[in-house]
DNA sequence: ATGACTTGCGCGGCAAGA
């Protein structure tokens, strides 16, 4: 029986700000993909011959200053930069990666979506139009029958268990009814929350604001997901959050999420 | 408690994040 694929997703907050803990990650963890978002810098400044040097191909859809996305992964890939249906849209939140895997492919992307506050301004419309798009490309995508990873810091707060304290976060971007009612949306085209798949358990989170100690308080929320096409749902074997990564000297405000495949 | 953090940019203090 072969290895199973264990595809990771992490908001790495600033790749340049933690290069060292994003190479002690890929020697310990040793994903088979890797999906990072808001790498803040732009393609050339990505920290390429690091990352190849620990054995990843590289693929980069990076912006300066803010945003940026990238895909890392031990197998070479074919790559599609952007999310179809905005030609004006310039921000890099979206990269796609078809990967061989046996006799077929994996295809997996790296998702960072519009955080959207404050409410009831164009960045929240923004948000809304963005989900809009991903639906309708994941719905493309999931006629395609392959085993689809869309992973990524989503901005979505699911559920009440998903977050410490659902009462302080009922007007924000990240929890309001239009923003689940999109999510829900999108899991309906046939998508499995591969946490959910694993555990019905409340309080399992993936992001801790840096201020008012809400790390030590465990004042979290789970935003980082790894959604599933059937093909991929049925070859899941585990979910694991590395918690452990916040705890370290500059961390990113986001923990990786991992799962393995059959 | 008028608080509390971390980025990029670029060298002074915003803007953005969640």
Known sequence: MPLPLRIATWNVNSVRQRIEHLLSYLKEVEPDVLCLQEIKCLDEAFPRLEVESAGYNVATHGQKTFNGVAILSKRPFEVTRGLPGDQGDTQSRYIEAVIPDGDGVVRVASIYLPNGNPPLTEKYSYKLAWMDRLISHARGLLKLEEPLVLAGDYNVIPEPRDVHDPAAWAGDALFLPATRERFRELMALGLTDSLRAS???????????????????????RIDHLLLSPRAADRLQSVSIDKDMRALEKPSDHVPIRIDLA
């Open 199 to 221: 555990t019905d358990a409340a309080g399992l989170y993936t992001f801790w604001d840096y201020q008012a100690g809400a790390w030590p308080r465990n004042n979290g929320i």
